[in-house]
């Protein structure tokens, strides 16, 4: 007698269980099993023993059941991964190639994840192709935490290693992370089979312990991987309904076809929560990585680094960054462009070029230091040395100031500025920021050199922003280079020599062309090249 497929189905969904993460499991006696089967089925109890009886031969054969429990007739898996495998066999029986496996080698051994992982992908993806197509053997939780800050979503990298994913698909993922055990609601309301049932895709689950679940899992995760104290939750609230799919997909031994639920969290935080955040941001930056809502649709940052966010493809709430941002120091920084003296005799020049007001404030140069400084952070610009307690949160801004000294300094600096009608520094506890979206160096800062390559046709421009020093770090010199057209390469290359006749007859091509090279004059932190000043053309970027 060969078991029928819906047999071995019933088999399949009546056999032990065993908890991914805690190793909780199932122990059942075979004689339970086989009533089990009848009662499941209504086969006869002949029929019953002799198909669990091949059932039970495949399975040793494979090594999936504990050995020591099989010899006394109780059934019971060696490990998690081991019992994917054998619903995944039953479940494609029709087609799996069997092998004779040595004995333990299901244990979590890392030596034989590879082996392990090979073994049920290769099972699972022959199930797969069956006209059932994919049947879900594992259930996996997931809570997602969308964290927003200057319009750009936190991602946090990946702890499973490359290897063990197909294609690695990316690297950084959602600060989040999967439901387990410790973060279902207390036994006395969940017993340890209930447990088992939320991770069993067979099995229908209470919803209000789905919400107290995954409230927990975001929680948990965000203190572990953000260092986020539980104290400092104002809340977290669901974003939609769960984004629900199915997959083959898995870390290292776990792939199988996974029914995922997964729930994007918007998150407040209450003061300590910010700071904590800021705290590990700036303590461990190569954790982290930062995406627009289109980068994350595209799968890559500017920088390179690659999201896996999958399953934001299948569905969900829109990507946001205003609806998830976390509010940190002043929510309103001063959006007009505006650049930052260079030495205590020159003022401040904010608004549009062109109508630029200016600004004078008694600053000392090492105010004017600091403000050049956090300028370059602000800008993301590469650091070279830190002061004794600072420390910097990348591609946001904010510096850690743990100098009760330093951080007195700043706040007069910035009592002086506000004074003058520029709240140009930003608090939270020790963390300060510049409060400009768009800061450039003045032209004290910045030099230049053109070179004529082509008597006249073609030209050259090095511009560089110089080593900025100051008594809370040093950011590097800043270089870039261009290619100019004609036009404005002569007029520039001509008031370089003191010739101002060039610029003078092609005034307005010069200014059309400079708003062409926006972006490289951006990149270095410069407004402009040539200015008019009562109508007479200049060099705005020094020799």
Same mark, same amino acid.
């Given at each position: 007698?060969?078991?029928?497929?819906?047999?071995?189905?019933?088999?399949?969904?009546?056999?032990?269980?065993?908890?991914?993460?805690s190793?909780?499991?199932?122990e059942?006696?075979?004689?339970?099993?086989?009533?089990?089967?009848i009662d499941?089925?209504?086969?006869?109890?002949?029929?019953?023993?002799?198909?669990?009886?091949?059932?039970?031969?495949?399975?040793?054969?494979?090594?999936v059941?504990?050995?020591?429990?099989?010899?006394?007739?109780?059934?019971?898996?060696?490990s998690?991964?081991?019992?994917l495998?054998?619903r995944?066999?039953?479940?494609?029986?029709g087609?799996?190639?069997?092998?004779?496996?040595?004995?333990?080698?299901?244990?979590?051994?890392?030596?034989?994840?590879?082996?392990?992982?090979a073994l049920?992908?290769?099972?699972?993806?022959?199930?797969?192709?069956?006209?059932?197509?994919?049947?879900?053997?594992?259930?996996?939780?997931?809570?997602?935490?969308?964290?927003?800050?200057?319009?750009?979503f936190?991602?946090?990298?990946?702890?499973?290693?490359a290897?063990?994913?197909d294609?690695?698909?990316?690297?950084?993922?959602?600060?989040?992370?999967?439901?387990?055990?410790?973060?279902?609601?207390?036994?006395?309301?969940?017993?340890?089979?209930?447990?088992?049932?939320?991770?069993?895709?067979?099995?229908?689950?209470?919803p209000?312990?789905?919400?107290?679940?995954?409230?927990?899992?975001?929680?948990?995760?965000?203190?572990?991987?953000?260092?986020?104290?539980?104290?400092?939750?104002?809340?977290?609230?669901?974003?939609?309904?769960?984004?629900?799919?199915?997959?083959?997909?898995?870390?290292?031994?776990?792939?199988?076809?996974?029914?995922?639920?997964?729930?994007?969290f918007?998150?407040?935080?209450?003061?300590a929560?910010?700071?904590?955040?800021?705290?590990?941001? *700036?303590?461990?930056?190569?954790?982290? /990585?930062?995406?627009?809502?289109?980068? =994350? !649709?595209a799968?890559?940052? @500017? $920088? +390179?680094?690659?999201?896996?966010?999958?399953?934001?493809?299948?569905?969900?709430?829109?990507?946001?960054p205003?609806?998830?941002?976390?509010?940190?120091?002043?929510?309103?920084p001063?959006?007009?462009?505006?650049?930052?003296?260079?030495?205590?005799?020159?003022?401040?020049?904010?608004?549009?070029?062109?109508?630029?007001?200016?600004?004078?404030?008694?600053?000392?140069?090492?105010?004017i230091?600091?403000?050049?400084?956090l300028?370059?952070?602000?800008?993301g610009?590469?650091?070279?040395?830190?002061?004794?307690?600072?420390?910097?949160?990348?591609?946001?801004?904010w *510096?850690?100031?743990?100098?009760?000294? /330093?951080?007195?300094?700043?706040?007069? =600096? !910035?009592?002086?500025?506000? @004074? $003058? +009608?520029?709240?140009?520094?930003?608090?939270?506890d020790?963390?300060?920021?510049?409060?400009?979206?768009?800061?450039?160096?003045?032209?004290?800062?910045?030099?230049?050199?053109?070179?004529?390559?082509?008597?006249?046709?073609?030209?050259?421009?090095?511009?560089?922003?110089?080593?900025?020093?100051?008594p809370?770090?040093?950011?590097?010199?800043?270089?870039?280079?261009?290619?100019?057209?004609?036009?404005?390469?002569?007029?520039?290359?001509?008031?370089?020599?003191g010739?101002?006749?060039?610029?003078?007859?092609?005034?307005?091509?010069?200014?059309?062309?400079?708003?062409?090279?926006?972006?490289?004059?951006?990149?270095?932190?410069?407004?402009?090249?040539?200015?008019?000043?009562?109508?007479?053309?200049?060099?705005?970027v020094?020799?």
């Amino acid at each position: 007698m060969h078991p029928t497929p819906d047999l071995l189905t019933a088999i399949s969904r009546l056999l032990p269980r065993i908890a991914e993460e805690s190793g909780d499991r199932e122990e059942i006696p075979e004689a339970e099993l086989i009533q089990r089967l009848i009662d499941a089925t209504s086969v006869g109890s002949e029929e019953a023993r002799t198909a669990l009886g091949i059932v039970r031969r495949m399975l040793q054969a494979l090594s999936v059941l504990d050995e020591s429990r099989l010899s006394s007739d109780v059934w019971a898996f060696a490990s998690f991964p081991a019992s994917l495998m054998a619903r995944s066999v039953l479940g494609g029986l029709g087609v799996a190639e069997f092998r004779l496996l040595e004995p333990g080698f299901w244990n979590a051994s890392e030596y034989l994840v590879d082996r392990q992982r090979a073994l049920i992908k290769r099972s699972e993806e022959l199930r797969a192709a069956l006209p059932a197509g994919l049947v879900p053997i594992r259930r996996v939780w997931v809570s997602w935490a969308w964290i927003a800050l200057d319009g750009k979503f936190l991602m946090v990298r990946r702890e499973d290693p490359a290897p063990h994913r197909d294609g690695s698909r990316g690297q950084f993922v959602f600060p989040g992370g999967r439901v387990c055990n410790e973060d279902l609601p207390e036994l006395e309301y969940l017993t340890p089979s209930q447990c088992l049932d939320f991770f069993d895709p067979n099995m229908e689950i209470d919803p209000s312990h789905i919400r107290y679940a995954f409230s927990q899992a975001v929680r948990r995760e965000l203190r572990e991987e953000l260092e986020i104290p539980n104290n400092a939750f104002e809340a977290e609230i669901p974003v939609g309904e769960p984004i629900h799919y199915i997959a083959l997909e898995g870390a290292k031994s776990a792939y199988s076809a996974t029914e995922y639920h997964i729930q994007p969290f918007k998150v407040a935080l209450k003061d300590a929560g910010k700071t904590a955040l800021l705290r590990c941001l *700036a303590a461990h930056p190569e954790r982290f /990585a930062w995406f627009t809502a289109e980068e =994350l !649709a595209a799968g890559a940052n @500017a $920088a +390179g680094a690659k999201a896996f966010v999958d399953a934001i493809r299948q569905g969900g709430p829109a990507l946001d960054p205003d609806a998830f941002a976390i509010p940190i120091g002043n929510t309103f920084p001063l959006k007009d462009p505006i650049d930052i003296p260079g030495k205590p005799s020159e003022p401040f020049a904010v608004g549009i070029a062109g109508r630029e007001r200016q600004v004078h404030v008694d600053l000392d140069d090492d105010e004017i230091k600091q403000l050049n400084w956090l300028a370059a952070v602000r800008r993301g610009d590469d650091i070279e040395e830190l002061a004794i307690g600072v420390s910097i949160v990348s591609s946001t801004g904010w *510096a850690l100031i743990e100098n009760d000294h /330093a951080l007195a300094e700043l706040r007069t =600096l !910035a009592a002086k500025l506000d @004074a $003058a +009608g520029l709240p140009l520094l930003d608090f939270h506890d020790r963390a300060v920021r510049l409060n400009a979206l768009t800061p450039y160096f003045s032209r004290s800062s910045l030099s230049m050199e053109i070179q004529d390559e082509r008597r006249g046709k073609s030209y050259r421009l090095n511009l560089s922003r110089h080593r900025l020093q100051s008594p809370l770090g040093i950011a590097s010199t800043k270089e870039a280079s261009v290619y100019l057209p004609e036009v404005l390469g002569n007029a520039i290359y001509s008031l370089d020599q003191g010739d101002l006749q060039p610029a003078l007859d092609n005034i307005e091509s010069v200014k059309r062309m400079q708003r062409e090279i926006r972006g490289f004059l951006d990149s270095i932190g410069a407004r402009l090249l040539v200015r008019q000043v009562d109508g007479v053309p200049e060099l705005a970027v020094g020799r």
